[in-house]
């Protein structure tokens, strides 16, 4: 076999295209593959498909293939035009590269598993592309995998908020309960943040929607009632979230209590900041046996904490009705316990209760979107943090899109 029917097989070229001639560069380490099409050749719009003599071609263009035996290899090929009557003249589709791209689908698809295993930088490496190429190459992949989705809109959705970077800058994050996929990243934590991702669905769409998991985040909640129909009766206000609420009344409680005690010169709270935050199953012996003492201390935080600890019961009910039984039980002794930060809370969560019960109906949350932060996180550390909030999208969504990413002659190959 010749070193031209080698790349022709080796490219997959089937009629009408072939390999013209094969150079070695000794010095470049370069494999020049020059490729042509047999002449008197018909070839469809790529509009509509319809059969056409050949126009004329454009400039010999170059795309990276697959290396061969540590050569960088190159395909050569003019792409010939086609002079349609209804949609005018264009170049024609090639079998071995979608329009645009500087490389191979074979090359894409490599390329495609080295970024999903390894950092952009490490990637680049070992591809020996640019690190503007491999994002361009990411940017490519994302794109189409995202076009190829369609209208199809996810039936519970989960919203939630991203701090990336330093300088607390903001995303706002949509996932698929279900998939648990990132769906959508927009800019900023805003009403419009939030209606721009119900906005590229038809109403029909919106309707499927059976339910929405979120944070009692007014911005969100009008985009929610703006967008999606019947929103009232979907959105489920997160627990952990509503639970976040709780924590954070009780660390308020421990510190304006500490602040007190401390001017009297009395220590008893110093450093147990964490002792309220974690769950004394994870703690080691020497901090169970100091928060045990700390929760028998008739402390302000102690009781504070008790508070928190009995909100968790809410969501083991049933039922709403229970579940709402138990609520006013706990409100009671929540807006009594003269505790401020625990009131507030108490409150803001009593303005938010016919949607803190709709969990009873729909029993969701934001699990799947926190595993999911998670993954982001291991994504962002990955690349050092993102100062540039498209990378940061790319990145997100080509590692937790759930999106099909390879070029779609490759997806079929590896279907066959
Ligand atoms: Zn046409």
Known sequence: MDSVELYRQLLGLTAPWTVERVELDMV?????????HASGQRFGCPECGRELGVYDHVAERVWRHLDSC????????????????????HQVMLPWAHAGSRFTN????????????????????????????????????????????GDGIPRQIGVDEKAIAKGHRYMTLVCDLNEATVEYIGEDRKEASLAAYFDAFPQESREQIEAISLDMWPAYINACRDKVPGADGKMVFDRFHIMRHVVDAVDKVRKQEH??????????????????????????????????????????TGRAWALKEALRELWGYKSAAWARKFWERWYFWATHSRL??????????????????????????NAV?????????????????????NHFKIAVYFHCGGLNLYPASVTHTRAG
């Open 259 to 300: 602040k007190a005690l401390m001017q009297a010169g009395d220590t008893t709270l110093t450093k147990s900041k964490y002792l309220w935050l974690t769950n004394p199953a994870n703690m080691t012996d020497q901090a169970k046996e100091r928060f045990d003492e700390l929760k028998t201390a008739k402390l302000k």
């Open 369 to 389: 979107a926190e595993g999911l932060n998670s993954k982001i996180a291991t994504v962002q550390k990955r690349a050092c943090g993102y100062r540039n909030p």
């Open 28 to 36: 470049k380490q370069h494999v020049e593959v020059h490729v042509r």
């Open 106 to 149: 074979l090359f894409e698809a490599l390329a495609i598993d080295v970024l999903l295993a390894a950092n952009v930088k490490r990637a680049a490496a070992i591809l020996r592309i640019t690190w503007d190429e491999a994002w361009h190459l990411m940017e490519r992949a994302v794109l189409r995998g995202r076009a190829a989705k």
């Open 340 to 365: 401020a930060p625990m009131i507030a809370a108490a409150k803001l969560i009593a303005r938010h209760l016919p949607n803190v019960l709709t969990y009873f109906a729909h029993r969701i949350t």
């Open 70 to 89: 540590q050569f960088l290899t190159y395909l050569h090929a003019k792409p010939p035009r086609v002079s349609c009557p209804d949609h005018g003249v």
